[in-house]
């Protein structure tokens, strides 16, 4: 069994130990200390960083109350070393895990659910609950959440007797045997967990909600806490610069410029489908003749626009309409449409000859095909 330095002292960060084994495995080396201020990787939480010796720790996991740490080197069994965690990381691990704490417990009071799971890593961070309620519920509970966290309330750890803990009512994702640590938000919340926390909810700053969705039978709540939580707001602040330097609106104002941005490119949208219509219908004009079938060579950027070309020669030949869009260098998409002639029979000729993808009915065919525009014509 390993002894938790970070059970008593959550801000601690140096420290000497002895090394009881180290064993070399897959990707590196697997050592165990007689103790450690290394969080391992717990209850949906990412571990502690930092280093021993020097050498950085990759993982640390626990298992029968043994932490081993993975590092890359190895460390000889019976000496002594000095560990060191990345005491920044850890703090914001134990802001993000405190609001956990207040927030569940908010949960809990006002509609009876429980967090049945929960995810802690450096880049996100998710709360389940096994019941519904709505993101304007949610919301309250942040504020109100904030309102704890501002007052200042005492966070404390301790292991109560079997005799207290039988009389105590707490929260707890599991059911535990041994010794249980339980963990009391002053006027807030109390709760079975074994994790660093703040000593008191002002560290935690400020609690955010980012984002919230059903899952499951209940709700998944994504939010950020501390320094996360600033860091995230000036992520999304510089990007809202960037918006509005990229579409020339003031700050304050980049929304209604996103509006009119997306407004204006609806209606060049609807320009640009007018303007190629109008193209097609002049250019189906000026090419009329005399003959039961009309072929229209429309360039490569139209090939949205293929069936309204197809529309359009049907009012002015009977027999057969043709729409080849491209050209000569990269190929051309067709189609082709006949009430009267067999267009299965016209595309099994192209296929002996040309290189063509493609295939239909006798009365409608369609594909690529790579060639220049006057061996295609030919076949029409
Ligand atoms: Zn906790």
Same mark, same amino acid.
């Given at each position: 069994?390993? +002894?938790?330095?970070?059970?008593?002292?959550?801000?601690?960060? /140096?420290?000497?130990?002895?090394? =009881?084994?180290?064993?070399?495995? *897959?990707?590196?080396?697997?050592?165990? =200390?007689?103790?450690?201020?290394?969080?391992? +990787?717990?209850?949906?939480?990412?571990? @502690?960083?930092?280093?021993? &010796?020097?050498?950085?720790?990759?993982?640390?996991?626990?298992?029968?109350?043994?932490?081993?740490?993975?590092?890359?080197?190895?460390? /000889?069994?019976?000496?002594?070393?000095?560990?060191?965690? @990345?005491?920044?990381?850890?703090?914001?691990?134990?802001?993000?895990?405190?609001?956990?704490?207040?927030?569940?417990?908010?949960?809990?009071?006002?509609?009876?659910? &429980?967090?049945?799971?929960?995810?802690?890593? !450096?880049?996100?961070?998710?709360?389940?609950?096994?019941?519904?309620?709505? $993101?304007?519920?949610?919301? *309250?509970? /942040?504020?109100? %959440?904030?309102?704890?966290?501002?007052?200042?309330?005492? #966070?404390?750890? /301790?292991?109560?007797?079997?005799?207290?803990?039988?009389?105590?009512?707490?929260?707890? *994702?599991?059911?535990?045997?041994?010794?249980?640590?339980?963990?009391?938000?002053? @006027?807030?919340?109390?709760?079975?967990?074994?994790?660093?926390?703040?000593?008191?909810?002002?560290? #935690?700053?400020?609690?955010? #909600?980012?984002?919230? +969705?059903?899952?499951?039978?209940?709700?998944?709540?994504?939010?950020? %806490?501390?320094?996360?939580?600033?860091?995230? $707001?000036?992520?999304?602040?510089?990007? =809202?610069?960037?918006?509005?330097?990229?579409?020339?609106?003031?700050?304050?104002?980049?929304?209604?410029?996103?509006?009119?941005?997306?407004? !204006?490119?609806?209606?060049?949208?609807?320009?640009?489908?007018?303007?190629?219509?109008?193209?097609?219908?002049?250019?189906?004009?000026?090419?009329?003749?005399?003959?039961?079938?009309?072929?229209?060579?429309?360039?490569? @950027?139209?090939?949205?626009?293929? *069936?309204?070309?197809?529309?359009?020669?049907?009012?002015?030949?009977? !027999?057969?309409?043709?729409?080849?869009?491209?050209?000569?260098?990269?190929? $051309?998409?067709? $189609? %082709?449409?006949?009430?009267?002639?067999?267009?299965?029979?016209?595309?099994? !000729?192209?296929?002996?000859?040309?290189?063509?993808?493609?295939?239909?009915?006798?009365?409608?065919?369609?594909?690529?095909?790579?060639?220049?525009? %006057?061996?295609?014509?030919?076949?029409?």
């Amino acid at each position: 069994m390993t +002894e938790k330095l970070y059970d008593k002292d959550a801000y601690g960060s /140096e420290f000497n130990a002895t090394v =009881l084994s180290c064993e070399e495995v *897959k990707k590196g080396f697997k050592v165990v =200390l007689d103790k450690t201020f290394f969080f391992p +990787e717990e209850g949906g939480q990412t571990p @502690d960083q930092g280093t021993l &010796n020097g050498i950085a720790v990759t993982h640390v996991a626990i298992k029968d109350d043994v932490i081993t740490h993975y590092l890359e080197s190895p460390l /000889e069994a019976g000496t002594n070393v000095t560990g060191k965690i @990345d005491f920044t990381h850890r703090f914001r691990n134990m802001q993000m895990h405190s609001a956990e704490h207040i927030f569940s417990g908010l949960v809990f009071k006002h509609f009876g659910f &429980n967090n049945v799971g929960f995810h802690l890593s !450096d880049n996100s961070a998710t709360m389940d609950y096994d019941g519904k309620f709505t $993101y304007e519920e949610a919301l *309250k509970l /942040e504020k109100e %959440a904030n309102e704890i966290i501002i007052k200042g309330k005492s #966070i404390t750890a /301790e292991y109560p007797s079997a005799e207290e803990l039988a009389k105590l009512t707490y929260r707890s *994702k599991k059911e535990l045997s041994g010794p249980v640590r339980i963990v009391t938000v002053e @006027d807030t919340d109390v709760c079975a967990c074994c994790a660093p926390h703040v000593h008191n909810t002002s560290e #935690i700053g400020i609690f955010k #909600i980012v984002s919230f +969705e059903n899952y499951k039978s209940g709700v998944r709540v994504n939010y950020l %806490a501390g320094f996360r939580a600033l860091e995230d $707001y000036e992520k999304r602040l510089s990007d =809202l610069r960037e918006i509005s330097r990229t579409i020339s609106a003031k700050a304050g104002e980049e929304l209604n410029g996103v509006i009119k941005l997306n407004d !204006d490119l609806n209606a060049c949208k609807f320009k640009d489908v007018e303007l190629r219509n109008r193209y097609i219908d002049l250019k189906i004009q000026s090419e009329l003749k005399e003959s039961g079938t009309g072929i229209c060579v429309l360039p490569e @950027d139209f090939s949205s626009c293929i *069936k309204y070309a197809s529309e359009t020669l049907k009012k002015h030949y009977k !027999d057969m309409t043709v729409v080849l869009c491209g050209n000569d260098d990269t190929g $051309y998409r067709f $189609y %082709a449409e006949s009430d009267s002639i067999n267009l299965a029979e016209i595309l099994s !000729d192209m296929k002996k000859s040309l290189e063509i993808k493609g295939g239909g009915k006798p009365s409608a065919i369609q594909g690529t095909i790579s060639a220049k525009i %006057a061996e295609i014509v030919g076949f029409f």
